[in-house]
Protein backbone atom coordinates (compact mmCIF):
# COMPACT_ATOMS: atom_id res chain seq x y z
CA UNK A 1 0.00 0.00 0.00
CA UNK A 2 1.21 3.33 -0.73
CA UNK A 3 2.60 5.65 2.02
CA UNK A 4 0.31 8.56 2.47
CA UNK A 5 2.53 9.63 5.14
CA UNK A 6 5.94 9.73 4.44
CA UNK A 7 9.27 8.82 6.55
CA UNK A 8 11.60 10.83 6.08
CA UNK A 9 11.99 14.78 6.74
CA UNK A 10 11.64 17.17 3.91
CA UNK A 11 15.06 18.67 2.99
CA UNK A 12 15.51 22.55 3.63
CA UNK A 13 14.97 23.03 -0.15
CA UNK A 14 12.32 21.16 -0.66
CA UNK A 15 9.89 24.08 -1.22
CA UNK A 16 12.52 24.82 -3.93
CA UNK A 17 12.74 21.84 -5.05
CA UNK A 18 8.27 21.61 -5.46
CA UNK A 19 8.43 24.97 -7.02
CA UNK A 20 10.02 23.99 -10.23
CA UNK A 21 7.85 24.85 -13.33
CA UNK A 22 7.27 21.40 -15.41
CA UNK A 23 8.16 21.10 -19.20
CA UNK A 24 6.07 19.36 -21.57
CA UNK A 25 7.40 16.33 -22.81
CA UNK A 26 6.39 15.82 -26.29
CA UNK A 27 5.42 19.23 -27.28
CA UNK A 28 3.30 19.17 -30.50
CA UNK A 29 3.14 22.61 -32.14
CA UNK A 30 5.11 21.25 -34.98
CA UNK A 31 3.05 18.43 -35.14
CA UNK A 32 0.22 18.37 -38.22
CA UNK A 33 -2.90 18.81 -37.14
CA UNK A 34 -6.14 17.17 -38.69
CA UNK A 35 -8.05 19.35 -41.04
CA UNK A 36 -11.67 19.23 -39.12
CA UNK A 37 -13.44 21.38 -41.27
CA UNK A 38 -12.18 18.82 -44.53
CA UNK A 39 -13.24 15.67 -42.58
CA UNK A 40 -16.41 17.14 -41.44
CA UNK A 41 -17.19 18.34 -44.85
CA UNK A 42 -17.11 15.05 -45.94
CA UNK A 43 -20.29 13.37 -44.10
CA UNK A 44 -22.34 15.29 -46.21
CA UNK A 45 -23.76 12.68 -48.14
CA UNK A 46 -22.56 9.67 -46.95
CA UNK A 47 -23.46 6.24 -46.79
CA UNK A 48 -23.49 4.12 -43.89
CA UNK A 49 -22.24 0.85 -45.53
CA UNK A 50 -22.52 -1.81 -41.87
CA UNK A 51 -23.39 -1.49 -38.36
CA UNK A 52 -22.76 -3.79 -35.44
CA UNK A 53 -24.49 -4.40 -32.28
CA UNK A 54 -22.09 -4.99 -29.38
CA UNK A 55 -23.55 -7.36 -26.70
CA UNK A 56 -23.61 -6.60 -22.70
CA UNK A 57 -20.03 -7.96 -21.51
CA UNK A 58 -18.82 -8.99 -25.07
CA UNK A 59 -17.32 -7.59 -27.72
CA UNK A 60 -17.68 -7.92 -31.34
CA UNK A 61 -15.18 -7.07 -34.17
CA UNK A 62 -16.10 -4.43 -36.96
CA UNK A 63 -13.60 -3.35 -40.05
CA UNK A 64 -12.98 0.19 -41.67
CA UNK A 65 -11.33 1.26 -45.10
CA UNK A 66 -9.30 3.75 -44.92
CA UNK A 67 -11.10 7.20 -45.84
CA UNK A 68 -14.39 5.92 -43.84
CA UNK A 69 -15.74 6.81 -40.57
CA UNK A 70 -17.03 5.05 -37.57
CA UNK A 71 -18.97 5.94 -34.81
CA UNK A 72 -19.36 4.51 -31.23
CA UNK A 73 -22.74 5.43 -29.70
CA UNK A 74 -24.94 4.64 -26.14
CA UNK A 75 -28.08 3.04 -27.59
CA UNK A 76 -30.09 2.12 -23.94
CA UNK A 77 -28.42 3.21 -20.99
CA UNK A 78 -24.76 4.56 -19.72
CA UNK A 79 -22.02 2.07 -20.62
CA UNK A 80 -18.59 2.03 -21.30
CA UNK A 81 -16.41 0.23 -24.20
CA UNK A 82 -12.90 -0.94 -24.50
CA UNK A 83 -11.71 -0.03 -27.90
CA UNK A 84 -8.95 -1.74 -29.43
CA UNK A 85 -7.20 -1.15 -33.12
CA UNK A 86 -5.26 -2.97 -35.48
CA UNK A 87 -4.24 -2.38 -39.03
CA UNK A 88 -6.60 -4.46 -41.46
CA UNK A 89 -3.66 -7.59 -41.81
CA UNK A 90 -2.96 -7.20 -37.78
CA UNK A 91 0.85 -5.94 -38.45
CA UNK A 92 -0.04 -2.71 -36.53
CA UNK A 93 -2.25 -2.15 -33.44
CA UNK A 94 -3.06 1.26 -31.06
CA UNK A 95 -0.30 2.22 -28.82
CA UNK A 96 -2.45 4.15 -25.80
CA UNK A 97 0.64 4.81 -23.78
CA UNK A 98 2.34 6.85 -26.98
CA UNK A 99 -1.28 8.46 -27.46
CA UNK A 100 -0.91 9.57 -24.16
CA UNK A 101 2.04 10.86 -24.09
CA UNK A 102 1.31 12.99 -27.22
CA UNK A 103 -2.57 14.13 -26.52
CA UNK A 104 -2.81 13.80 -22.96
CA UNK A 105 -4.38 11.17 -20.14
CA UNK A 106 -8.18 11.78 -22.29
CA UNK A 107 -9.13 11.99 -25.47
CA UNK A 108 -11.58 14.02 -27.83
CA UNK A 109 -12.48 15.77 -31.16
CA UNK A 110 -8.76 16.52 -33.25
CA UNK A 111 -6.77 14.13 -31.11
CA UNK A 112 -5.50 10.99 -33.00
CA UNK A 113 -5.28 7.16 -31.93
CA UNK A 114 -1.35 6.43 -32.96
CA UNK A 115 -0.16 3.03 -34.01
CA UNK A 116 2.71 0.79 -32.48
CA UNK A 117 6.42 0.97 -33.03
CA UNK A 118 8.35 1.02 -35.85
CA UNK A 119 5.27 3.00 -37.69
CA UNK A 120 3.98 5.20 -35.12
CA UNK A 121 1.56 6.90 -37.54
CA UNK A 122 -2.32 7.80 -37.22
CA UNK A 123 -4.31 4.91 -37.16
CA UNK A 124 -7.68 7.15 -36.27
CA UNK A 125 -8.39 11.01 -35.63
CA UNK A 126 -11.69 12.15 -33.62
CA UNK A 127 -13.79 14.18 -35.16
CA UNK A 128 -16.65 14.30 -33.05
CA UNK A 129 -17.19 13.76 -29.56
CA UNK A 130 -20.82 14.78 -28.07
CA UNK A 131 -19.56 14.64 -24.25
CA UNK A 132 -16.59 16.55 -24.99
CA UNK A 133 -18.75 19.16 -22.85
CA UNK A 134 -17.48 17.65 -19.64
CA UNK A 135 -14.03 18.48 -19.25
CA UNK A 136 -12.78 17.90 -15.81
CA UNK A 137 -14.35 17.96 -13.00
CA UNK A 138 -13.21 18.54 -9.60
CA UNK A 139 -11.68 15.17 -8.76
CA UNK A 140 -9.73 15.63 -11.59
CA UNK A 141 -12.05 13.24 -13.78
CA UNK A 142 -12.36 13.28 -17.39
CA UNK A 143 -13.64 11.12 -20.39
CA UNK A 144 -12.02 8.60 -23.00
CA UNK A 145 -9.08 7.60 -21.19
CA UNK A 146 -5.35 6.21 -22.40
CA UNK A 147 -4.36 5.69 -18.86
CA UNK A 148 -6.63 2.46 -17.87
CA UNK A 149 -5.45 -0.79 -19.33
CA UNK A 150 -8.81 -3.08 -19.76
CA UNK A 151 -10.27 -5.12 -17.04
CA UNK A 152 -8.72 -8.39 -17.35
CA UNK A 153 -9.00 -11.77 -15.81
CA UNK A 154 -5.41 -12.29 -14.37
CA UNK A 155 -5.39 -8.73 -12.27
CA UNK A 156 -9.10 -9.99 -11.37
CA UNK A 157 -7.58 -13.56 -10.85
CA UNK A 158 -5.16 -11.82 -8.13
CA UNK A 159 -6.95 -9.46 -6.65
CA UNK A 160 -10.09 -11.85 -5.66
CA UNK A 161 -8.09 -14.48 -4.27
CA UNK A 162 -8.15 -16.66 -6.92
CA UNK A 163 -11.32 -15.35 -9.18
CA UNK A 164 -12.81 -16.61 -12.70
CA UNK A 165 -13.88 -14.42 -14.52
CA UNK A 166 -14.27 -14.66 -18.50
CA UNK A 167 -16.06 -11.57 -19.37
CA UNK A 168 -13.39 -9.30 -18.33
CA UNK A 169 -12.75 -6.71 -21.19
CA UNK A 170 -9.72 -8.62 -22.38
CA UNK A 171 -11.23 -11.99 -22.77
CA UNK A 172 -14.26 -10.18 -24.75
CA UNK A 173 -11.69 -8.39 -26.88
CA UNK A 174 -9.67 -11.81 -27.08
CA UNK A 175 -12.86 -14.39 -28.18
CA UNK A 176 -14.21 -11.48 -30.38
CA UNK A 177 -10.52 -11.05 -32.60
CA UNK A 178 -10.56 -15.12 -32.53
CA UNK A 179 -14.07 -15.93 -34.31
CA UNK A 180 -12.80 -12.51 -36.55
CA UNK A 181 -9.82 -13.65 -37.89
CA UNK A 182 -9.68 -17.60 -37.35
CA UNK A 183 -6.93 -17.59 -34.60
CA UNK A 184 -6.91 -19.72 -31.39
CA UNK A 185 -7.39 -18.01 -28.29
CA UNK A 186 -3.71 -17.59 -27.50
CA UNK A 187 -2.99 -16.47 -30.76
CA UNK A 188 -5.51 -14.29 -30.55
CA UNK A 189 -4.39 -13.06 -27.10
CA UNK A 190 -1.51 -12.04 -28.13
CA UNK A 191 -3.01 -9.09 -29.88
CA UNK A 192 -4.75 -7.52 -27.92
CA UNK A 193 -3.42 -4.85 -26.24
CA UNK A 194 -4.22 -1.53 -24.31
CA UNK A 195 -7.59 0.33 -24.93
CA UNK A 196 -9.42 3.75 -25.83
CA UNK A 197 -11.30 3.66 -22.53
CA UNK A 198 -14.98 5.04 -25.05
CA UNK A 199 -16.96 6.89 -22.02
CA UNK A 200 -15.25 5.75 -19.21
CA UNK A 201 -14.92 8.87 -16.60
CA UNK A 202 -11.74 8.25 -14.51
CA UNK A 203 -8.43 10.27 -13.16
CA UNK A 204 -5.89 10.47 -10.71
CA UNK A 205 -6.42 10.50 -6.75
CA UNK A 206 -4.52 13.45 -5.58
CA UNK A 207 -3.78 12.20 -2.21
CA UNK A 208 -2.32 8.84 -3.61
CA UNK A 209 -2.35 8.55 -7.57
CA UNK A 210 -4.19 6.22 -7.41
CA UNK A 211 -6.15 5.30 -10.96
CA UNK A 212 -10.29 6.02 -10.24
CA UNK A 213 -13.37 5.31 -11.88
CA UNK A 214 -16.75 7.00 -11.55
CA UNK A 215 -20.20 7.35 -13.21
CA UNK A 216 -20.08 7.67 -16.96
CA UNK A 217 -21.49 10.67 -17.82
CA UNK A 218 -22.65 8.87 -21.21
CA UNK A 219 -26.18 9.20 -22.09
CA UNK A 220 -28.43 7.65 -25.47
CA UNK A 221 -27.60 9.16 -27.96
CA UNK A 222 -23.92 10.21 -27.18
CA UNK A 223 -21.14 8.74 -29.09
CA UNK A 224 -17.47 9.29 -30.09
CA UNK A 225 -16.62 9.47 -34.04
CA UNK A 226 -13.82 8.89 -35.57
CA UNK A 227 -12.13 8.62 -39.34
CA UNK A 228 -10.26 5.79 -40.46
CA UNK A 229 -6.92 6.99 -41.08
CA UNK A 230 -5.46 3.38 -42.62
CA UNK A 231 -7.71 -0.06 -43.00
CA UNK A 232 -8.73 -0.68 -39.71
CA UNK A 233 -9.77 -3.84 -37.74
CA UNK A 234 -11.59 -2.89 -34.81
CA UNK A 235 -12.81 -4.69 -31.36
CA UNK A 236 -15.07 -3.18 -28.87
CA UNK A 237 -15.70 -4.72 -25.09
CA UNK A 238 -19.10 -3.51 -23.49
CA UNK A 239 -17.37 -3.43 -20.15
CA UNK A 240 -18.82 -5.94 -17.20
CA UNK A 241 -18.66 -3.03 -15.25
CA UNK A 242 -21.53 -0.78 -17.34
CA UNK A 243 -20.89 2.52 -17.06
CA UNK A 244 -18.04 1.88 -14.16
CA UNK A 245 -19.86 3.29 -11.19
CA UNK A 246 -19.08 0.91 -8.38
CA UNK A 247 -17.18 -2.08 -9.75
CA UNK A 248 -15.63 -3.82 -13.52
CA UNK A 249 -15.40 -7.86 -13.69
CA UNK A 250 -18.58 -8.81 -12.54
CA UNK A 251 -22.09 -9.63 -13.39
CA UNK A 252 -23.34 -7.34 -10.65
CA UNK A 253 -23.47 -4.24 -12.79
CA UNK A 254 -26.60 -3.10 -15.38
CA UNK A 255 -24.79 -3.09 -18.75
CA UNK A 256 -26.14 -2.31 -22.32
CA UNK A 257 -25.06 -2.49 -25.83
CA UNK A 258 -23.44 -1.02 -27.34
CA UNK A 259 -23.33 0.48 -31.50
CA UNK A 260 -20.73 1.03 -33.89
CA UNK A 261 -21.52 1.78 -37.16
CA UNK A 262 -19.58 2.54 -40.46
CA UNK A 263 -20.13 5.31 -43.25
CA UNK A 264 -18.95 5.70 -46.20
CA UNK A 265 -18.16 9.39 -47.47
CA UNK A 266 -18.76 10.65 -51.15
CA UNK A 267 -15.81 11.91 -51.19
CA UNK A 268 -12.37 11.73 -49.30
CA UNK A 269 -11.69 14.96 -47.08
CA UNK A 270 -10.23 17.67 -49.26
CA UNK A 271 -6.20 17.51 -49.19
CA UNK A 272 -6.41 13.87 -47.23
CA UNK A 273 -3.96 11.39 -48.10
CA UNK A 274 -3.44 7.89 -46.06
CA UNK A 275 -0.11 8.78 -43.31
CA UNK A 276 3.26 7.50 -44.36
CA UNK A 277 4.54 5.65 -41.60
CA UNK A 278 7.69 6.67 -39.47
CA UNK A 279 10.60 8.49 -41.25
CA UNK A 280 12.96 6.88 -38.79
CA UNK A 281 15.55 4.33 -40.66
CA UNK A 282 15.89 1.63 -38.08
CA UNK A 283 19.20 1.91 -37.62
CA UNK A 284 19.77 2.22 -33.84
CA UNK A 285 23.29 4.05 -33.95
CA UNK A 286 24.82 1.17 -35.90
Known sequence: MKLVHPEHAPPADAEVRRAIAP???YPVDALPGPDLAAYR???????KTSEV?????????????AGYFFRVSSVEGPQVGDLNLWSADLSERFYSGKTRALHGTHLSTGDRLWSSFPTLRPMATITEDT?????????????????GTRCDPYTHCL???????HHCCHSNLTRALADARGLS???AERHVHDVLNVFMCTGFTRETGQYFMKASPVRPGD?????AEIDLLGALSACPGGDC????????????????????????????????TSGYDRSHGR
Do not use: K, N, T
Open 23 to 25: VIC
Open 41 to 47: AARAGWE
Open 53 to 65: IVPPREASCFEVP
Open 131 to 147: LDWYGFDAFGGSVHDVI
Open 159 to 165: LSDGGQY
Open 185 to 187: LPE
Open 223 to 227: YLEFF
Open 245 to 276: SAEHSSDMAHCYPLLVEVFRPSAPPAGWARPA
